[in-house]
């Protein structure tokens, strides 16, 4: 379990990115992380695993105070983080195996990974995990030669090699159009089931929050201010997180619009080559 203790971030210019973050993270339980622009959920995601060092507070995974630990410590226990991120951060000139294989960098020798031979084991492994993100055959392929989301499916089998015990994922729709996004959202969930595992997301999309994840945590300015089950984010809720808008009429445009681009799609697909 994770377990987030007062956590603050105070840049030095002064200002404050997280005040005095508390949670919880079950094993298996899904947490969305929305909230405007600049509200800290990067910022939260990055302190968990010390990307960004936190202020003051805890960052509890099982019994293990990460904030605490030295450098060496610290890289050892990142081995239990799985990261997935926006823009995938792969080796694009590498092949998508290598990419998957490089998940496996904390535990190998460097003699192994400077010559790409790792142990057959992790080579099964990576294999196994191409196959349930549907990527098998491309195995092969470098990794500029993916689409968006097939990059993304390629991350998340990486993060996963490393038999992470959480996993932090920032934006992974972000880039994403909306069927690829729910087709990743839907991996994502089914991934973590199977695994127990928990996972918190940093996530802009607000419908597709409430569709795939069991938690929601609104930040703003640093500070939690909604944590319930999707199911109880209202309308002023939104409105405590975001700010007054008229979230009704933004909904019925989110639909319009998603029904317009599948609109175009199929007409596009049916125009003659």
């Not at 695993?49 to 904030?67: A, C, F, H, I, W």
């Not at 998508?96 to 190998?108: D, Q």
């Not at 992470?164 to 729910?182: M, Y």
């Not at 700010?243 to 619009?257: F, I, L, N, V, Y």
Request: proline fraction near 5%.
């Amino acid at each position: 379990m994770l377990r987030l203790i007062a956590l603050s971030k105070t840049y030095a210019t002064g200002d404050t990115a997280l005040a005095d973050v508390s949670m919880d993270v079950p094993k298996g339980q899904l947490v969305g992380l929305i909230g405007p622009s600049g509200a800290g959920k990067s910022t939260l995601i990055r302190c968990i695993n010390r990307l960004v060092e936190p202020t003051s507070g805890q960052v509890m995974l099982g019994d293990t105070d990460l904030v605490r630990l030295g450098a060496a410590d610290l890289r050892r226990q990142r081995r239990r983080i799985g990261m997935i991120f926006q823009e995938y951060a792969l080796v694009e000139r590498l092949t998508v195996m290598e990419n998957v294989l490089s998940g496996r960098l904390g535990y190998v020798p460097f003699w192994r990974s400077w010559l790409r031979r790792y142990p057959p084991q992790d080579i099964r492994r990576a294999y196994e995990l191409l196959d349930r993100v549907g990527l098998l055959q491309h195995a092969d392929k470098r990794a500029d030669a993916l689409s968006g989301g097939q990059r993304q499916r390629v991350g998340i089998a990486r993060a996963l090699a490393q038999e992470p015990e959480l996993l932090l994922v920032d934006e992974p729709t972000a880039s994403l159009d909306p069927k690829t996004s729910r087709q990743i959202m839907r991996l994502l969930t089914e991934i973590c089931a199977e695994r127990d595992l928990p996972a918190i997301v940093n996530i802009h999309d607000v419908p597709l929050a409430q569709q795939f994840m069991q938690r929601i945590v609104g930040l703003r300015a640093g500070c939690v201010v909604f944590d319930d089950p999707p199911d109880q984010l209202s309308e002023s809720a939104l409105t405590t997180i975001y700010g007054a808008e008229d979230w009704h009429a933004m909904r019925q445009g989110d639909e319009e619009q998603a029904e317009a681009q599948a609109d175009a799609k199929r007409r596009l697909a049916e125009m003659p080559v």
